[in-house]
Each structure stands twice: as C-alpha cells, then as structure tokens.
C-alpha cells in the first residue's frame, strides 16, 4: 500500500537575505491547506539541513528546499538513497538548478509546480565528500566561487562578477590530469579550470556547459584551455552576458560511470556553489535517476 502524501518544507531562514523566515511564516496556513500533513522546518545556521531532510524523509515522502543552491545541495544529500521526492522553491542569488527544472523566481508558480507534481528523475554526481546535482569547479571557477561567498554585494549578479575578476587576475594556469571511465589513455593539460557539468550554468546566468541534461545519464567535462589572460577575461565578460564559451578555448569531454581529477596541488573547489574541502584528487561516479524531483 503506498504511503499518503506528506510534505515538510525547509527553509532556510539567511535566503532572501534573511527574508525567508517572515515569508514562509505568512505563507504556512496557506501551504497546509494546499498540501496535507504539511509540516515547516526553519533552518538557522548551526543546523545540518543535510541530517535534517535524512530524518524528515523517514516521516514525509516529499521534502520541498526552500533556498539557493546551496540549500537544495544539503537536502539532496540528505534525500539520496531514500524513495522520497524533492521539490524546490528557489529563494537564492544564482537557483541554477531550479532554472534546469524550469522554476522561476515566482512563488505562487512555483507552488503550482509541486501540485501539479511532474516528476523526473535527475542524475546526481557522487565524490569523496558527498553528492551534487549541477556543477562542480576547481581553478579559476573554484576561486571565482570562494571570493563571491566573501563578498559583501547583496546582488548575486554582482558577487559572481567581482569575484570572478579578482580571481582571473589572482589565478594561474594549473597542471591537471584527467581519467575518464572507458579511455586508454590519461588527459595531461595546463588548463585555467575544470568544471564537472550536470547543469548548463551557475552563479545564475553563466552557461559554462550548455549541452548539459541533468537526466541524459551523463555528465559533461569542461576543460578550459591555457590560453592568455587576457583572452580569459574576455570570455569572462561574455558569460556575464549570457554568452557561453568559445568552442576554441575549451575541451568538452563526458561521462558515463566515473572520472577522476589530479592537479599539481590543492585547489579551492565548489559543488553546487557550496566550497568543498581542498584537494589535489577528486573522483566523481554518475548515479543515473537517483533523485525524483518535481519539476516545472
């Protein structure tokens, strides 16, 4: 006999810059209507969203992230390996996956989305350090990530750009070695990043892989070449406005099962826009359809 349906929402309080909390409150009684056995979880920040939405999915069988990036990465993981559904209400500066399900900035759309209930199931990556379900990036794109999570701009747009030009002017080209699943031989490059692509962008608007499909069983690699910096900061300002690589610059390679990830010496790194401990080898698996997901 299936289980009835239930629904816990997360919220992370510090989304909307900080708005989230107040917002959800006056929205409670009108969500508990609308789905049964509705339940409103409030996230402050010494919480482990992960270990709650692991616990949640044992009581609910759909558990909805409101938040950014981040926020949904957390729940993921914590929903990974569970029959429970996920559902997004995106509050964050970039919501890259909510874009990929086609989930937009408005609320009452996005309610309307989980009551329609379309479900698909979405690959998600695995590493050393847990899972993710858009982009992971390390060089230039890593540090890009680390100096917008420092920035005081409470624009998304903004952060993502004033970090991504001190760390085009802070980088240097790095040694990588890259083994897919599958191939002979070893990719050996100087290259100025790496980014593992389930989804098209990142940081809202920055289509670094724009063949990706985040439920085609496979995830794309984008090898960004050693070319001058000044060329890098050129492409840069074009995927500022919406514009995605020139095919010259960068080596797209994909996977199906796993790759691993060597460079010269550790790297700041991101998944999902969350930085991830510092390494100089990552390895990624493919789970193909492992998270059922409502979508647009």
């Given at each position: 006999?299936?289980k009835?349906?239930?629904?816990c ?36 920040k010494?919480?482990s969203?992960?270990?709650?939405a ?23 993981n ?6 429970c559904?996920l559902?997004?209400?995106?509050l ?8 990929s ?7 009452d ?9 379309e ?40 952060r ?5 030009l001190?760390?085009l002017?802070k ?5 990588t ?10 990719i ?5 990043m ?11 608007k ?7 499909i ?16 000044v060329r890098l ?13 020139n ?9 199906t ?12 790194a991101?998944?999902d826009?969350?930085?991830?401990p ?6 990624f698996?493919?789970l193909p ?8």
């Amino acid at each position: 006999m299936s289980k009835k349906p239930s629904y816990c929402f997360i919220i992370n309080c510090a989304s909307n810059a900080f708005r989230a909390e107040a917002f959800f409150r006056n929205k409670e009684s009108e969500l508990k209507a609308r789905f049964p056995g509705t339940s409103c979880i409030y996230i402050s920040k010494d919480d482990s969203i992960t270990e709650i939405a692991r616990q949640k999915a044992e009581e609910h069988t759909h558990i909805i992230a409101c938040g950014g990036d981040g926020t949904v990465n957390r729940v993921a993981n914590g929903l990974v390996g569970s029959n429970c559904i996920l559902g997004v209400i995106p509050l964050g500066s970039g919501n890259d996956f909510a874009q990929s399900i086609g989930l937009d900035h408005v609320f009452d759309r996005n309610v309307e989305a989980l009551s329609r209930e379309e479900i698909t199931r979405v690959d998600v990556v695995s590493s050393d350090w847990g899972y993710f379900l858009n982009t992971f990036g390390i060089g230039v794109d890593g540090l890009t990530n680390y100096y917008a999570s420092k920035s005081g701009f409470k624009s998304g747009f903004l952060r993502y750009f004033m970090g991504g030009l001190k760390a085009l002017i802070k980088s240097k080209p790095l040694r990588t070695k890259i083994s897919i699943s599958g191939q002979t031989n070893d990719i050996e490059q100087e290259v100025w990043m790496v980014a593992v692509a389930n989804g098209k962008s990142e940081g809202g608007k920055y289509q670094i892989s724009p063949s990706s499909i985040n439920s085609d069983g496979k995830v794309e690699l984008i090898v960004v070449k050693s070319v001058t910096r000044v060329r890098l900061i050129y492409e840069f300002l074009k995927l500022s406005f919406g514009f995605s690589f020139n095919k010259q610059m960068v080596d797209e390679y994909s996977f199906t099962d796993s790759v691993s990830i060597s460079t010269e010496h550790v790297l700041k790194a991101h998944a999902d826009g969350e930085q991830v401990p510092e390494n100089d080898h990552h390895t990624f698996k493919v789970l193909p359809g492992a998270l059922k997901v409502i979508t647009a």
